[in-house]
């Protein structure tokens, strides 16, 4: 390999698998490395552990706010916009912002809602468990995370399907299977946030008519400053929190089944004990992370390793890559479910460290409580279908066999 061949913008790469061997290559050779762009400025690319956190924990110099934090360029005219998503926003007013929310997500608030996320395992296994056969990541992964950000949200049963679709053209935007049309795939993602946005205005409205006790209502009546937030300030948080909630957690549910899969030592030994659950989702997750990269921009003029980064140059974090640096992890490429200690970085890290690895955590753990145990002889019967995506590692279709067994619930 040289350095000259290393792509890391090209979708199809990312379709097939990820470029670990890139990666590890890059670490070994170039783990600065500036990464020329056919339709942008260029970026360093960040693929050491200590670098990553380096990077993250430091949002003066490296800010999320100047261009956002997502690979791709923006246009000019979509960063105010994209500003007023948290995700992109640098302190201090993205504290200002993270405190808003911050409440409905901590260990002792998420653990409310316990009971509630075993007993949607349980159905929705239940609901495919007779049949013998499905679709993984429609019927199993995608349920979850979709029904628990949307009953947080306070999002009605019937509404949910539809919000799901919305959010997957959202994030799909270089995966023509996700866009509806022959149209711009631009042009779909900016059409599917309008109708986010559309759904956000409806769910605020019926939040200020009748409160409950969700996350919509504890948004109205959020003061920023001493004042109400605005129905636009609203309607980001719904974006950022149903697209963060659902297309990660799906994405490690079914990856981290395939790693299963593909381990079948490891998942055996899962089945055997499964107490072991908190340690395997720990291992999942940093074996398969949902994220691929964020992006930052430099505000100043700084050194990593040796190599000069000037003011105002793009700067790529690469998850999956820090996941596996040799230098942390011992054995990075190995599968080992009771891997100790696994201080992975799936989650990112410093400022903008995931609002809802608690929720994400005890999602996983149930489902995989309940994957291992009630799945007998899972299989799958077609190779998975990745999603084309520099941004999620996603699979968007996944059929499986298994053994009936029986329905739990009533
Ligand atoms: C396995 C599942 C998940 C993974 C792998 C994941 C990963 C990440 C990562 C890497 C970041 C850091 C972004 C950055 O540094 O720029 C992040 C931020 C964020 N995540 Fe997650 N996430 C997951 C699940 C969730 C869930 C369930 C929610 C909420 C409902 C959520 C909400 C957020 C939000 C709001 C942010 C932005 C935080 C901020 O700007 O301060 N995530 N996530």
Redesign the pocket.
């Known amino acids: 390999m040289k350095l000259a061949d290393v792509d890391l913008t090209n979708p199809d790469l990312f379709q097939q698998a990820i470029p670990h061997e890139t990666f590890e290559f890059l670490r070994r050779e170039a783990p600065v490395f500036w990464h020329e762009e056919q339709d942008g400025p260029g970026f360093w690319a960040i693929t050491k552990y200590a670098d990553l956190k380096f990077v993250?924990r430091n949002p003066q110099t490296f800010s999320?706010e100047r261009m956002g934090?997502l690979l791709r360029e923006p246009q000019p005219e979509q960063l105010p916009f994209m500003q007023s998503i948290?995700?992109n926003?640098d302190p201090p007013r993205?504290r200002q912002y993270?405190a808003l929310?911050n409440k409905a997500?901590t260990k002792r608030m998420v653990e409310n809602l316990h009971g509630r996320i075993r007993d949607m395992v349980t159905r929705l296994i239940d609901d495919v468990i007779e049949r013998g056969e499905c679709d993984f990541v429609d019927e199993v992964a995608a349920v979850l995370?979709m029904q628990?950000?949307c009953e947080?949200m306070g999002v009605p049963e019937e509404d949910r399907r539809r919000v799901y679709e919305i959010g997957n053209q959202m994030v799909g935007f270089d995966d023509p299977d996700l866009q509806e049309g022959d149209r711009m795939a631009d042009h779909e993602g900016q059409q599917a946030a309008a109708e986010m946005f559309m759904y956000a205005t409806k769910l605020r409205e019926k939040a200020v008519r009748t409160p409950g006790d969700d996350l919509a209502t504890a948004l109205v009546n959020a003061e920023l400053e001493g004042e109400k937030l605005s129905e636009s300030d609203f309607n980001f948080f719904f974006l950022?929190?149903l697209i963060?909630?659902n297309e990660?957690?799906r994405?490690?549910t079914t990856n981290g089944t395939i790693a299963l899969l593909d381990n079948p030592d490891q998942h055996e030994k899962l089945r055997q004990n499964p107490a072991l659950v908190d340690s395997a989702v720990e291992e999942i997750?940093r074996y398969c992370?949902?994220?691929n990269c964020?992006r930052r921009q430099t505000t100043e003029e700084v050194e990593i390793r040796g190599q000069k980064l000037r003011e105002n140059e793009k700067v790529v974090?690469w998850?999956p890559s820090a996941n596996r640096d040799e230098e942390v992890f011992h054995d990075p490429h190995r599968f080992d479910i009771e891997r100790h200690p696994n201080e992975h970085?799936?989650?990112?890290?410093?400022?903008?460290?995931?609002?809802?690895?608690n929720?994400?955590r005890l999602?996983?753990r149930e489902v995989f409580s309940g994957i291992v145990t009630r799945f007998h002889e899972l299989e799958r019967t077609e190779p998975p279908r990745r999603l084309r995506s520099t941004f999620i590692n996603g699979i968007k279709e996944m059929q499986v066999r298994y053994r009936p067994g029986p329905r739990l619930g009533t």
Request: proline share 4%; aromatic share 10%.
């Open positions: 993250s999320s934090a948290m995700l926003m993205h993270r929310v997500f995370p628990v950000i947080m950022l929190l963060a909630g990660t957690t994405t490690v997750l992370p949902a994220v964020f974090l998850y970085l799936a989650f990112g890290v410093g400022e903008h460290f995931c609002l809802g690895s929720l994400a999602e996983l």
